[in-house]
């Protein structure tokens, strides 16, 4: 008589479990679906706080030019060697010897965001835009030269 009892017991136990579990079901089946068609509808309602570090960008006015003076600072405040630096001396009209920035390279893949090389630029010639769709498939497509050449 014990075992019909613990027989009827468990089987109890199981239908009023079952029957939570399909109450919470039916709870979530009836809400109002708040999924967001991401690729479709990004441009509508995706909102992407100002504050966001996404890739690191160097602003150039209409000329082409940018306040970038090849100092070095950002290069050497990145931590892991993201930044690279290629300039050369070049005589200017007046004669004296000045640095120009030849190529400045930027490895989005090894970049951690810190925002270090921004804080360490006395000139605001880099900053971080909020363009987040950074995704490829081939990792050559993330080494990015962000000065443009006027000639």
Do not use: W
């Not at 479709?40 to 160097?58: K, S």
């Amino acid at each position: 008589m014990s075992t019909f009892k613990e027989y009827i017991t468990g089987y109890v136990s199981g239908v009023k479990s079952l029957l939570v579990g399909m109450r919470t079901s039916m709870k979530v089946f009836c809400q109002k679906n708040v999924t967001e068609q991401y690729p479709e509808n990004r441009h509508t309602t995706l909102h992407i706080p100002e504050r966001h570090r996404a890739m690191l960008v160097m602003p150039h006015d209409e000329e082409g030019n940018n306040k970038c003076v090849a100092c070095g600072l950002c290069q050497m405040a990145c931590p892991n060697g993201t930044i690279h630096l290629t300039t050369e001396m070049r005589t200017t009209e007046d004669g004296k010897r000045k640095k120009h920035l030849v190529k400045y390279e930027y490895n989005l893949g090894s970049c951690m965001f810190c925002m270090l090389c921004v804080n360490a630029c006395p000139h605001h010639a880099i900053e971080f835009s909020n363009d987040f769709e950074n995704a490829v498939f081939d990792k050559q497509k993330l080494l990015l030269t962000l000065n443009k050449n006027k000639e």
